[in-house]
């Protein structure tokens, strides 16, 4: 009886200490919504739809560009663009996602660039109408900017 006893608390115990570590247990963090659509404009290279999906842990935070609207011009081998996305912020201000990452593009493939780095704070609502993503490629610096608000809202990040 004794050796069931001591049994039955050992569960209670581990139990209750794996109900308290939930409890404790840091909440995942998410930006909503993980994706958005804008329509973009590069003035004489071309615009179109483009989707911004993005992506949080903590503080860091990266957005990836992808555009099957808006095509390479050339040839573009990977992580050949130097590319930075400015989103406005609701509370003013800007946030700049940076990077030079991007696949190996052939003439004319959808231009993808990312992931591109930024740090936000919690609460941080991020909007691409208004801001720019700017790309320079060869010494040639493109410059795309949304037509209007993001679709199906701004990133809110936790």
Do not use: H, W, Y
């Amino acid at each position: 009886m004794r050796r069931m006893r001591i049994g039955a608390g050992a569960a209670l115990v581990a139990g209750t200490l794996a109900v308290t570590g939930l409890a404790f247990a840091p909440a995942a963090l998410a930006v909503a919504p993980g994706s958005a659509t804008i329509t973009a404009d590069c003035g004489s290279f071309g615009g179109g739809d483009a989707t911004l999906t993005a992506t949080q842990d903590g503080t860091a935070a990266t957005i990836t560009v992808n555009s099957s609207a808006i095509t390479a011009p050339i040839a573009l081998g990977e992580d050949s663009i130097s590319s930075t996305l400015t989103l406005v912020k609701a509370s003013g201000g800007t946030t700049a996602f940076t990077g030079t990452e991007n696949p190996a593009m052939a003439a004319g493939d959808p231009v993808q660039v990312g992931p591109l780095s930024g740090t936000v704070a919690s609460g941080d609502s991020l909007e691409a109408f208004g801001g720019s993503l700017t790309m320079t490629v060869f010494g040639i610096t493109i410059t795309c900017t949304a037509t209007g608000p993001q679709s199906p809202g701004p990133f809110v990040f936790d």
